[in-house]
């Protein structure tokens, strides 16, 4: 028996003109032959699709947020700038998001499918050939000691899931899983004593409040409830999120299969909506969906899984038949839900001049309310994860930063590779959480006094900025291509030219749109969540 059947699979297929497949006899019984041609023509095609479009039901989502009348500006704001994202990366040229995730497939193959053999090396070699061609991001590190890192130029290795299924066909799920969301997956070892009414819903309310916004809402939320394993639970939470699994039964049975319950994914939404997080800035756009899925478990232990899919929505299904092989469609006129929308997002945003001296943006930033939109014009700089331990170094062995941590504002992201003619790849925020461990030192030093990326703040950092009059500045999550196009000047490479994508760069950014998150002052738009 298999406990998380999808269900049906009413998925809109296009056919790929592809060679390899074809009908053939294994042990005297008809069969399907499927040539490694065949697989990597389908990997390629998913994970191009995957990089450059989105499903139009997730779209239909964003649409839903902007024409309701109900929402705040904010909300609206960021629906649309999701929505004109899709439309710059359906161009082909730059991804939906900088973070153009690891490379995921789940393939089941039937047992009358035969191959060589080869299946998880030819679909990674084919996924990664698309990283390699087109402006996408290699985002994998090798560990070489338990320390040391270096990233593998490939984006491999990938994760390919190969189970055995019945029947002639070979099915598949390919995703491209960003780190910001991957991050917010979660596992919880529950008893039995949290399968009380109100007792699931107040640990769901609190686990919901603690997702934040880092991970690029407007959000798919899963809950998984039970499961036989850990391992088990999770796997399910990321492929309900994905809406992989919309298909399962809305209703259990004593033969322990797992199913979707309707009533309780209405009470993660209204959940969501409490939390006052909305679509990043404040709202009620947390989530534009929810599944809450449950599955058996051992009498011993109760464990829940959460996660999310962000507003890079990339999954997409496949599959390999005695007809041919084909692949989920995609809309590639996203366009058309712009159509006639009303014009979104606050009425007017305060201009800030980033080539004035950093005394004078602190100074006009503290004045203003948290929840303001900013317009920026002028140099920042780029630096994340690797980069900032390397400067913490630095300032340890030397007692100084460089001069242009002090002079410019802070921007955490690593953009994607840059096209041909263009100043810069897909640009977009990382998640602030995890610089705030160097935040403190390196404003005691006199740099990072504004900073720029995604998500709620750590309670040290949010110590730290009131401590030194630090500004923090929450930038749309979600919006690469866009801010690519319309907001990236010009960028260069100005330190550690050797961590690639996560490289100190210096950058020119025009009408750059930013909220006040931290004002310097104790101030929080986040504090209701909280």
């Not at 500006?73 to 999701?82: C, E, K, M, S």
């Not at 270096?150 to 029947?167: C, E, F, H, K, M």
């Not at 899984?305 to 809309?331: H, M, Y």
């Not at 001049?353 to 014009?377: A, F, Q, W």
């Amino acid at each position: 028996m298999n406990l998380i059947d999808p269900g049906p699979d009413k998925a809109r297929y296009r056919k790929i003109a592809a060679r390899g497949v074809g009908r053939t006899v294994c042990a005297g019984r008809p069969a399907l032959r499927v040539a490694a041609g065949a697989l990597e023509v389908l990997a390629r095609e998913a994970f191009t699709d995957l990089a450059f479009f989105l499903r139009p039901g997730f779209l239909a989502a964003m649409r839903r947020i902007l024409d309701d009348r109900e929402a705040p500006a904010n909300d609206r704001f960021v629906a649309d700038a999701v929505l004109r994202n899709a439309v710059i990366a359906a161009e082909g040229v730059l991804p939906l998001c900088q973070d153009t995730g690891s490379i995921q497939v789940f393939a089941f193959r039937g047992h009358r499918v035969v191959t060589d053999g080869r299946d998880e090396d030819v679909l990674a070699a084919a996924a990664s050939e698309v990283y390699r061609k087109r402006n996408l991001r290699y985002s994998i590190m090798a560990p070489l000691t338990v320390m040391d890192e270096v990233n593998t130029g490939t984006n491999l290795p990938a994760q390919i899931d190969l189970q055995a299924a019945a029947g002639p066909e070979y099915r598949f799920f390919f995703m491209a899983k960003g780190g910001g969301s991957s991050n917010k997956i979660a596992l919880f070892q529950e008893s039995k004593a949290r399968l009380e009414d109100a007792a699931l819903e107040s640990f769901l309310a609190e686990k919901i409040r603690a997702l934040g916004v880092a991970a690029c809402p407007p959000y798919r939320v899963a809950v998984v409830v039970g499961g036989l394993s850990p391992e088990m639970t999770l796997k399910t939470v990321k492929l309900a999120s994905a809406g992989f699994l919309d298909g399962l039964p809305r209703r259990g049975s004593k033969r322990g299969g797992a199913f979707r319950d309707a009533g309780w994914e209405e009470r993660l939404m209204a959940l969501a909506r409490a939390t006052g997080l909305g679509a990043q800035f404040g709202g009620k756009w947390l989530a534009h969906e929810a599944r809450f899925v449950r599955l058996p478990r051992h009498a011993g232990s109760c464990p829940i899984g959460i996660g999310v899919s962000c507003n890079a929505d990339r999954g997409l299904r496949g599959k390999i038949t005695a007809d041919g092989v084909f692949l989920e469609d995609v809309e590639r006129r996203p366009s058309r839900f712009l159509e006639g929308a009303r014009p979104a997002g606050p009425a007017a945003a305060v201009a800030v001049d980033l080539e004035r001296p950093m005394e004078e943006i602190l100074t006009k930033l503290r004045d203003l309310p948290v929840g303001t939109l900013v317009k920026l014009s002028g140099p920042v700089v780029v630096a994340r994860d690797i980069a900032h331990a390397r400067l913490a170094r630095v300032l340890r062995d030397t007692g100084d930063v460089p001069e242009y941590f002090k002079r410019h504002p802070v921007y955490y992201a690593g953009p994607a590779k840059t096209p041909r003619g263009l100043p810069s790849g897909s640009f977009g925020p990382t998640t602030a959480q995890r610089m705030d461990g160097y935040l403190g030192e390196f404003m005691r030093a006199g740099a990072s006094l504004v900073t720029l990326g995604k998500g709620n703040r750590t309670a040290a950092a949010t110590e730290a900025l009131k401590t030194f009059g630090g500004v923090f500045l929450g930038t749309i999550g979600g919006a690469a291509a866009l801010i690519a196009r319309e907001h990236i000047v010009s960028s260069e490479t100005i330190d550690f030219a050797d961590l690639g994508m996560e490289a100190v760069r210096r950058v020119v950014v025009r009408d750059l749109p930013a909220f006040v998150i931290y004002d310097g002052r104790g101030g929080d738009l986040y504090a209701r969540a909280r």
